[in-house]
């Protein structure tokens, strides 16, 4: 289940209602999907992508996406630390970014004009929309290890606009969930000093 840092507020959230409601203030979608049972995790791309047929057609025309491919980032993937560097700079799209994990983790950290700086740690089972235009980050987390459903609207897909003076740097890429939150009351150790 997805978790939300607020490292500027101290701040934590890890009810499910609580988290769709703050995340839909800044137009982003967020469900849980069923994985366990469902696939198994070495199941091919087609073999996800049938599997969540229903749901793939669903958000498709939802956020009209002309196609859903499966990406499989892990430690033996050619190039990941040059992958994973893409993406952790601070950028947008010119397309919403869709992700539905299937297994894995990682955080997205959002930096909204309308509020602070936050990080939406998901994995199997969330699904999440970067709304087009957002400025944001990506991080995976410690074991590099993420296998997401991503949806197009461009059949080329989608490039990164990195913007001027990015604050990603402020921030560690820690991921977070419910058994590794800090305590209420304690210095926040994401950000950086």
Not at 54 to 77: C, L, M, Q, S
Not at 162 to 169: A, K, Q, S, T
Request: negative net charge; charged residues 25%.
């Amino acid at each position: 289940m997805a978790a939300i840092n607020i490292p500027d507020e101290k701040r934590a959230i890890q009810d499910v209602d609580e988290i769709r409601e703050f995340l839909a203030h800044f137009g982003i979608w967020y469900e849980q999907w069923p994985v366990e049972g469902r696939i198994d995790q070495a199941a091919s791309s087609e073999e996800i992508l049938d599997a969540y047929a229903d749901e793939v057609a669903r958000i498709k025309e939802k956020g009209g996406f002309v196609t859903a491919d499966v990406i499989n980032v892990n430690p033996e993937t050619p190039n990941v630390d040059a992958i994973c560097a893409k993406f952790a700079v601070e950028h947008t799209h010119s397309e919403d970014e869709v992700r539905f994990t299937v297994k894995g983790r990682g955080v997205f950290h959002i930096h909204p004009d309308n509020g602070p700086v936050f990080g939406v740690t998901v994995e199997s089972g969330d699904m999440i929309n970067v709304p087009k235009g957002s400025k944001h980050w990506f991080n995976l987390c410690e074991d590099k290890t993420i296998r997401c459903i991503r949806f197009f609207q461009d059949q080329a897909g989608w490039t990164p606009h990195y913007v001027d003076n990015p604050v990603n740097e402020k921030y560690a890429p820690v991921c977070w969930g419910p058994d590794c939150l800090p305590p209420a009351k304690s210095k926040d150790p994401v950000v950086k000093l």
